[in-house]
């Protein structure tokens, strides 16, 4: 139950990492370097393997221009085997724009879907080495390169 337990809030940390804006601690607490990331089906780039330091300066300047995020991830369903697992979970994710990259029209980006992490066990815990997202529905996904370019 610890290895449990420690992979679910390792998808706390993941979460606070946007939401709290805290680009310096909790990705070092979160990810294996490098790692594997799979976001095409919210975004239009193919599945990549990033230095960590690369991706959390494509991080950092990806979410500079939301007001705010919320990520709420639940239902997670753990399988370790050994020193690896794997974490299922369900995402409710929201990110909001300014009122001015809005300009009067909606101003949250939805995305719900899933994720399918992989985890490794490291002499300073559990992180994930690869982290994919699956898009099941997503509301004004236009604000996504609204955002970048504002």
Known sequence: MDDRADLIELFGKYADIADLKEYVELPRQVFTDPLTLDFSSV???PPMVLPLDDY???????????????????????????DSATVHAHVRAEHWVPDEVAAGGPNRWLVVGFYDNEAVRTADGWRFSR????????????????????
Not at 57 to 82: L, N, P
Not at 131 to 150: D, I, M, R
Request: glycine share 8%.
């Open 131 to 150: 982290v994919k997202l699956t898009s099941a529905h997503q509301e004004n996904p236009h604000l996504s390169s609204v955002a970048l370019a504002g």
């Open 43 to 45: 975004a239009d780039i």
């Open 56 to 82: 959390l300066a494509v991080v950092k300047g990806s979410f500079a221009h939301y007001d705010a995020t919320h990520h709420v991830i639940t239902g997670h369903v753990v399988r370790v085997d050994g």
